[in-house]
């Protein structure tokens, strides 16, 4: 297999002739009156481009390049078009609050800050001016971003030849999810993130490797590196089609999973929250029939989704593989789950719970106590430590950070979960939202498939007292007599806030930001210590 180099994926693909074609659920935002049907040359065409405008924007080899705008996959293209100059690309979410954004940018201090009008106007009217010395604004009206090249003046500027690094220069950053604070922003090379990531996923293994005749579809965040490695990989194995979906409102998503139904998908899991009305559609009528492979990164999907899409598949077998990782180490597990594994309905040990085991030949995980890092036997909680030769090459600004998370050659995931006697591991809680003798997360899935009508629950540990459900229902609403006989046999609880979906603070991977959402509900934002074990320090995590 020829080496794969991100810079010229698309170039190296047109030469080979690939078949695949992109289909985008809306035009590209770089591109807003282009084709929504590119092949594999328009794409190449379309980076270089880029590569041009970011160059006429003052763009060159080793400089930090921001890329700021609506979820869209041209964020994908553009990060490619900045490692082609020899930049390094750092995609991140317009959705973050404008002060979080800001220091983030405080963090990057990037050379070149590209970004959309709409976020230009949201940290104009928020009074962060972000640290850049070039700028290029993507859209808008030049009064959004003074000082910036607009991306019509850029157009047309011809871009330098591909430029090539070591494998362990910094190719792109990326950053974390950003559940319980600022998110970090991860520094990879082509060594963690292309021959350690994409290069193993590039290859063709059994169930999991796209085909040539799949449609491989894609509703994700694309400013994360899971996007980034998602691209290349699933366009180096050249299936017919790949189906892109910028907006994730069932209302948006429908028509276009209708018009290329896919055979395989990859979706946040707050995505396919949102969609599982659209997996109960009977029949033809439903979108998701052809699916053979449904895939989930980020964090694990309640039983009754992954229950619900797997009913909605039309194929005899149909599998769910529920991924697990982090943004500075990559996969670390995976699992496949199957009808039968879903068969038992709101039981205390939910499956999903169950996140399989470390990639072989790629990954180890230990779990040690907390406070004296000792190894734990199996079956007993700890602190989840995992080692791989994906991991990052540290946090762009926070270097202290990064050291204090490096264990001895051993990363500290700062989960908290158990290896079971089989070998699996199951992930009981982030450390900063343990309870003792409990598990939240165990406690979330339950509620969720017990009932209905709850779209999500999101257990806080609050400082005193029993934890606080918060749950969610598309109404708003939830009948007192169904909650108590839901949870009769749960650990104490106090009496649940129920809410509609947008009422929570998330991230834009649609995570509940549960520092912000502890603060607005029991009045600190602070984490609240973790119990530790007899005769050891209490501190702040």
């Not at 990326?174 to 319980?180: A, I, L, N, P, R």
């Not at 691209?231 to 790949?242: D, G, Q």
């Not at 892109?244 to 946040?268: I, W």
């Not at 339950?446 to 934890?467: A, F, K, W």
Request: aromatic share 6%; hydrophobic share 40%; net charge positive.
């Amino acid at each position: 297999m020829k080496r794969l180099d991100v810079a010229t994926l698309f170039d190296t693909l047109a030469d080979r002739r690939s078949p695949t074609t992109a289909y985008l659920s809306r035009p590209l935002d770089v591109h807003p009156g282009a084709a929504v049907e590119l092949g594999v040359a328009d794409l190449a065409a379309l980076v270089e481009d880029a590569a041009g405008w970011l160059a006429a924007a003052g763009a060159g080899p080793g400089d930090r390049v921001a890329l700021v705008k609506r979820n869209h996959w041209d964020i994908v293209l553009l990060a490619m078009a900045a490692i082609r100059l020899g930049a390094v690309p750092a995609p991140i979410s317009a959705h973050i609050a404008p002060p979080t954004l800001g220091t983030m940018l405080a963090r990057l201090r990037p050379e070149v800050l590209a970004l959309d009008g709409a976020t230009a106007e949201r940290l104009r009217a928020a009074g962060v001016d972000p640290p850049a010395r070039r700028r290029l604004l993507l859209d808008g009206s030049r009064e959004a971003l003074p000082g910036a090249v607009p991306l019509a003046d850029a157009r047309g500027h011809r871009a330098p030849a591909p430029q090539r690094r070591r494998d362990d220069e910094p190719l792109i950053i990326v950053h974390t999810s950003g559940t319980t604070g600022t998110p970090k922003l991860v520094v990879h090379s082509t060594r963690t993130i292309v021959r350690r990531l994409i290069g193993f996923e590039a290859h063709r293994w059994p169930v999991l490797s796209s085909r040539p005749d799949d449609t491989v579809a894609s509703a994700t965040s694309f400013v994360h590196g899971r996007a980034f490695a998602w691209t290349a990989s699933v366009f180096w194995l050249r299936p017919r089609a790949v189906a892109l979906v910028a907006d994730h409102a069932p209302e948006s998503a429908e028509p276009f999973l209708r018009e290329h139904p896919p055979t395989t998908l990859e979706a946040l899991p707050a995505t396919y929250v949102r969609w599982q009305p659209l997996a109960r559609a009977q029949g033809a009528g439903n979108v998701f029939r052809r699916v053979r492979l449904y895939i989930s990164t980020f964090d694990a999907v309640h039983p009754p989704a992954v229950r619900g899409f797997l009913a909605a598949s039309a194929r005899r077998r149909p599998v769910w593989l529920q991924g697990w990782g982090q943004s500075e180490t990559g996969p670390l597990t995976f699992r496949f789950l199957t009808r039968k594994a879903l068969a038992g309905v709101g039981e205390r040990r939910p499956t999903t719970r169950d996140l399989g085991r470390p990639v072989p030949g790629r990954t180890r995980l230990r779990v040690v106590d907390p406070a004296t890092l000792r190894p734990q036997p199996r079956g007993r909680p700890g602190l989840i430590l995992a080692r791989t030769k994906a991991l990052g090459h540290g946090y762009v600004g926070e270097p202290e950070r990064w050291a204090a998370k490096e264990l001895g050659g051993w990363w500290n995931t700062e989960d908290i979960g158990e290896v079971t006697r089989s070998g699996s591991v199951r992930v009981l809680d982030r450390e900063v939202d343990a309870v003792e003798r409990m598990s939240c997360m165990e406690i979330e899935d339950v509620v969720d498939d017990r009932i209905p009508e709850v779209l999500e629950c999101v257990v806080l540990r609050p400082r005193e007292g029993p934890p606080l459900p918060v749950v969610v229902t598309e109404s708003g609403r939830l009948h007192p007599g169904v909650w108590r006989r839901a949870t009769s046999d749960l650990p104490r609880l106090a009496d649940p806030l129920v809410a509609v979906w947008d009422d929570l603070p998330r991230t834009g991977t649609g995570k509940v930001r549960r520092l912000e959402l502890r603060a607005r509900l029991l009045g600190t934002a602070r984490r609240i210590p973790r119990p530790r074990v007899a005769g050891s320090a209490s501190a702040e995590q």
